[in-house]
């Protein structure tokens, strides 16, 4: 292999890095959204447990 074959995959593996920064970038966004989703339902989830013991499950 010649000096230009390697600096063409050496380039070529800067341009993937940088693809992979973006979608772990957008990895970690979803990640959190959805941990957002699961904290409103777990508070929900306990409103309406507590719901239940006041109304004697009547609710």
């Not at 970690?28 to 499950?57: P, R, W």
């Amino acid at each position: 292999m010649s000096a230009t074959h390697v600096d063409e995959i050496v380039n070529g593996c800067r341009v993937l890095a940088s693809a992979l920064d973006v979608a772990a970038g957008y990895v970690a966004t979803q990640k959190a959204e959805a941990v957002a989703v699961l904290v409103g339902l777990a508070a929900s989830f306990i409103a309406d447990q507590a719901a239940a013991i006041a109304t004697a499950g009547i609710a």
